[in-house]
């Protein structure tokens, strides 16, 4: 099967908890492996300029696990700009990670459902939502759910 190369990776909630505990380790991780090569787009409503969010990442990356220089320097890299997006931008990506606390999860679905590429994967982060009720929610089953705490 020939490999499926996507243009970016992209997620919501970028400026979020699960984020820092969990997204930006994994980002890390996924450069030391050579698994990373698209540029990475994070959606948050925090309003934060470049640095901001790149100090994010690095004190996410500092308080679990570690920061390893060379993939934080290729992962800085790789989020070219940082800005506020519209849902319908973000919705047209291949993937879509959704890293959001779960009451503002359940409501951002419906929002999100009727924007999805019909291609896109959507990748969710949320604790204690079974994948049915995502995959009905989103009117999909092109659904991969994470578990966080795992």
């Avoid at 984020?19 to 450069?31: D, E, G, H, T």
């Avoid at 969010?53 to 060379?70: C, I, K, M, P, T």
């Avoid at 959001?100 to 999860?105: A, D, E, N, Q, R």
Wanted: glycine letters at 6%.
């Amino acid at each position: 099967m020939t490999p499926i190369h996507s243009d970016a990776l992209v997620f919501f909630g970028a400026s979020g908890d699960l984020a820092y505990k969990k997204i930006f380790p994994s980002l890390q991780a996924m450069i030391r492996r050579g698994h990373l090569d698209v540029p990475v787009i994070g959606v948050a409503k925090a309003g934060w300029n470049l640095d901001q969010f790149r100090a994010r990442a690095r004190d996410s990356l500092h308080q679990h696990g570690g920061v390893d220089e060379a993939a934080f320097a290729k992962l800085a890299q790789m989020c070219p700009d940082v800005r506020r997006a519209s849902m319908e931008e973000v919705a047209a990506a291949e993937v879509v990670f959704v890293a959001l606390h779960p009451p503002v999860f359940a409501a951002a679905l419906p929002a999100l459902r009727p924007l999805l590429a019909m291609h896109a994967i959507v990748v969710s982060l949320a604790p204690k939502i079974p994948l049915t009720a995502l995959t009905a929610a989103l009117g999909t089953t092109r659904v991969v759910r994470m578990i966080p705490n795992a």
